[in-house]
């Protein structure tokens, strides 16, 4: 997998810039540099709309006490599209539009789903018995989290301003 997202980085360049300047060639460079101008504006839009749907899924999961999970994967795929279709160039554009638009979207679900638990299973056995925030769960073995120190007191709160010249400005 690092060999594949090395070889992506390093070749979708390249691939973007040949297809740039061959629809420049067909279409002018005018209505190419408005064309990549359009589906950067299109896919600021999709970020947009994306994170609204994330924010209101996860308050309306949270007020129900619920897992967000097809709405957010849904969501996090269509951002994911967004951010491609952000990102200057035909190839990735037309990439993040398949992502992003509903229509597409189910069919691309299972395997984003798929490769979601593959990470987060692969991640749970470099790090066996983590749950959470780093911390073991009940029964996993490890340490427990520490202690938390509660110290008892009063919050004193002095909003006033020194004086120039005053002694006491620097306490």
């Known amino acids: 997998m690092p060999l594949l997202m090395l070889l992506a980085v390093l070749l979708v360049p390249f691939a973007e810039i040949a297809l740039l300047v061959w629809v420049g060639t067909q279409i002018g460079a005018g209505w190419t540099l408005l064309a990549v101008l ?6 600021s839009l999709v970020v947009r709309g994306a994170g609204r749907r994330a924010w209101r899924s996860l308050d309306e999961a949270m007020r129900e006490g619920r897992a967000p999970d097809r709405d957010l994967a849904d969501t996090a795929m269509a951002f ?10 035909f190839l990735t554009t037309v ?11 189910p069919l ?3 395997a984003f789903t798929a490769w979601m638990e ?11 018995g983590v749950v959470g925030y780093g911390y073991p769960g009940p029964g996993e073995g490890g340490e427990a989290p ?8 009063e919050v004193l709160r002095d909003d006033r301003r ?4 005053d002694p006491d400005a620097g306490r």
């Open 118 to 128: 593959r990470r987060i299973r692969r991640l749970a056995e470099q790090n066996p």
């Open 162 to 165: 020194p004086a120039p010249g």
């Open 108 to 110: 691309l679900r299972g």
């Open 146 to 153: 520490p202690p938390r120190t509660v110290i008892q007191g």
């Open 38 to 43: 359009a589906s950067t504006v299109a896919g």
């Open 95 to 105: 990439l993040g539009a398949l992502v992003a638009l509903p229509l597409t979207r």
């Open 80 to 89: 994911l599209g967004g951010m491609l279709m952000i990102v200057p160039g």
